[in-house]
């Protein structure tokens, strides 16, 4: 089973950016397409941005369009999410998991996130 780990997050104030990273075990990392997904209180986890396995094709959620950048390092089994210009709705629970080819569709059990909390 592959575990995931999600670090990076923190408190910061709106405009500001960080940057996630999600270390995955297991070897065939470089062969999955990768996701990041958040969840607000309350509210339902949803898809953030996701990366082909060669890490040449992306796609992003509209509402993180211009500001996230997600990236990965097959060496080292690591995928990343670059945010800039954070707003206090990007506040949430940020994960990663592997997606099945043509689907937001998570592959992996979930790990246990990273909080991200952007103050206004």
């Known amino acids: 089973q592959v575990q995931l780990v999600e670090s990076g997050g923190g408190l910061v104030q709106a405009g500001g950016s960080l940057r996630l990273s999600c270390a995955a075990s297991?070897?065939?990392?470089?062969?999955?397409?990768m996701g990041w997904f958040r969840q607000a209180p309350g509210k339902e986890r949803e898809f953030v941005a996701k990366?082909?396995?060669?890490?040449?094709?992306?796609d992003y959620a509209d509402s993180v369009k211009g500001r996230f950048t997600i990236s990965r390092d097959n060496a080292k089994n690591t995928v990343y999410l670059q945010m800039n210009d954070l707003k206090p709705e990007d506040t949430a629970v940020y994960y990663c998991?592997?997606?099945?080819?043509?689907?937001?569709?998570?592959?992996?059990?979930w790990g246990q996130g990273t909080q991200v909390t952007v103050d206004s």
């Open positions: 297991g070897r065939a990392f470089s062969l999955y397409i």
């Open positions: 990366i082909s396995a060669p890490g040449i094709t992306t």
């Open positions: 998991n592997a997606v099945f080819p043509d689907t937001y569709t998570p592959v992996h059990s």
